[in-house]
């Protein structure tokens, strides 16, 4: 009897054994695996969640997965995969290394050596993308030993070009009709505060659920008319009569001729214009010592990445994607000569193949222009 009874203990242990093997140990049904590491099917639900319009977009038009399961299995696969390879590169980023550049694109975005402008993009989700970012940058710098001279020179070049424009940190209200741009006005001379009038009357939805506040924008981004109502206003002052401006497309410099829509601004704050500091745009000054030193940086991560790939032991457990492993090492083989280099799956291919600003174009860190 004792001995059946240990058998049918044992039984049961390599039941639970087998079971919690399938769950990942702790539980938990596993999506994929990755070599040694798994995606579970909760993380893989939470990123299906997370999946946007324009990332979805433009891995769609860049021959990617066009269906958010598909992009977000894809691209948790091909970070798994990047980070391990960062791993054996021993090129994976530190938490400050990823904070100092979180800092910096999203005060630059879409310049060189930074990450593209996502509106919808979750401080989360950002710095997730952020700590694959500077991994692949990682690879693309270690086999170069880039000294502080070389960027300092660097730096010396080019901060000529890298000057902030005087910039003004505004509240707004906003809308198609000038009777209600002077009912509004007509409430701040009484007495109602700013935040009040643009949050209860302010046509513009982005703005208005920030109580007006559009944080900073500069000259080149605020149409000349508006610019001219709040250039000489002290912070807490709003504009005393109701701006007629016309609105450029979003993130384009402001031009007159567009549908004119009647302002009213609060200035916050001002500040003069500055030349950013060295630490500030150091992963931009890195990328431009990298373009001089080896111009085919990138071509040279995204192969390495390619081969990690082909040797991978990637499963997949979730029936609706069995094919996403044959597909994602497809996409990996190389590509055509000329082509770019870039990783699939919506993970961005280490900053290096963008130009360097020209000409006197300066620093333009991101903001909310009116009404975008």
Known sequence: MKRIRALEAAGLFLGC?????GC???GK???????????TEEEFTSRVQQVDALSLGNSAQQGGPARAGDYALQSMITERLIMQLAADKKALPTDAQVTAYVEFAKKYPNIPGSMPRNPFRSDEEMRREARVDVALRGMAFGPLNITPQELQKKYDEVKSRLVERERYHLRIFESVSSAKAEEALDSLKKGVSFETVALTKSEDPRSRERSGDIGFVNDLQLPPALLAAVRNLKPGEFTQKVVKAALPPTGQPAVEGATPHFFL???????????APMEEVR??????????KDPNAGQRVADQVREYTARADIQVNLKQYQDLVKRLKTAMQPAAPGA???????????GVGSPPPAGPTPLVPRTAPPGG
Do not use: F
Request: charge should be positive; aromatic fraction near 0%; charged fraction near 20%.
């Open 283 to 292: 992963p931009l000054v890195e990328t431009l010592v990298l373009q001089d």
């Open 29 to 39: 049904k596993i999506a994929a695996r990755v070599n040694k590491d798994t995606i």
């Open 17 to 21: 054994m087998v079971a919690l093997a």
């Open 24 to 26: 990942g140990g702790g």
């Open 340 to 350: 770019p280099a870039a990783p699939p799956g919506g993970v961005p291919a280490p």
């Open 265 to 275: 601004a609060q200035l916050v704050e001002k500040t003069p214009p500055r030349t």
